[in-house]
Nanobody, 121 residues
Framework: QVQLQGSGPGLVKPSQTLSLTCTVS??????????WRWFRQPPGKGLEYIGY???????NYSPSLESRTSISRDTSKNQVTLQLGSVTPEDTAVYFC?????????????WGQGPQVTVSS
């Protein structure tokens, strides 16, 4: 079973850049038809889409975050990195990485856990 393991700082100061990484573990990706997606959920609020990156490197970002967001991937390491610059307390949230894999006529989503990120001085 494919699993995603996330890593990154739990506390970030305002104006700094948040950097989070998710890595595949417990399985292997057997197709190149997949997307890495990032979401976040602020305390007491709903899930917010941040952006995605494909295997080929094509990216898409939420318009509200595009100017501050950069998503990159390392296909050799099966991992994705989210960078969110100029953070403010409004960026405090639980962040999720989601790997969508298309193969055999089916689509599978794999969700990574956290981390909780708090923006505070």
């Amino acid at each position: 079973q494919v699993q995603l393991q996330g890593s990154g700082p739990g506390l970030v100061k305002p104006s700094q850049t948040l950097s989070l990484t998710c890595t595949v573990s417990g399985g292997s990706i057997t197709t190149n038809d997949y997307y890495w997606r990032w979401f976040r959920q602020p305390p007491g609020k709903g899930l917010e889409y941040i952006g995605y990156i494909t295997y080929s490197g094509s990216t898409n970002y939420s318009p509200s975050l595009e100017s501050r967001t950069s998503i990159s991937r390392d296909t050799s390491k099966n991992q994705v990195t989210l960078q969110l610059g100029s953070v403010t307390p409004e960026d405090t949230a639980v962040y999720f990485c989601v790997l969508r894999v298309c193969g055999g006529g089916y689509v599978s989503d794999y969700w990574g856990q956290g981390p909780q990120v708090t923006v505070s001085s």
